[in-house]
């Protein structure tokens, strides 16, 4: 299994970011896509998640609205649109998948994760 995180990078905040998750090596009929960040001195927190079985999504509060998930299952990607970026986004992002029908947010349901991008929101 594979992931691979790309996109992050510095932007202004009131900003959009695009993130994207490539994934690879498994042929599970269901599994759920997450993402996740970590700033600097907290503990890894889920961010979004969605669902192979029927495109399901799950946001945390203060990403819900500003933040959307997709993806594109020919691709084997998933996408995180980030907009109305605030400092308080800033991060190391990673995506994970767990296989199942479960959709959380909770790290440790997560088995598989891609290294980190990271995204700063500075002026």
């Known amino acids: 299994v594979q992931l691979q995180a790309c996109g992050g990078g510095l932007v202004q905040p009131g900003g959009s970011l695009r993130l994207s998750c490539a994934y690879s090596g498994f042929t599970w009929d269901y599994y759920v896509i997450g993402w996740f960040r970590q700033a600097p001195g907290k503990e890894r927190e889920g961010v979004s998640c969605?669902?192979?079985?029927?495109?399901?999504?799950l946001y945390r509060d203060s990403v819900r609205g500003r933040f959307t998930i997709s993806r594109d299952k020919d691709k084997n990607t998933v996408s995180l649109q980030m907009n109305s970026l605030e400092p308080e986004d800033t991060a190391i992002y990673y995506c994970a998948v767990t296989r199942g029908l479960l959709i959380s947010l909770q790290d440790h349901y997560y088995h598989d994760w891609g290294q980190g991008t990271l995204v700063t929101v500075s002026s």
């Open positions: 969605i669902a192979s079985s029927d495109g399901s999504t």
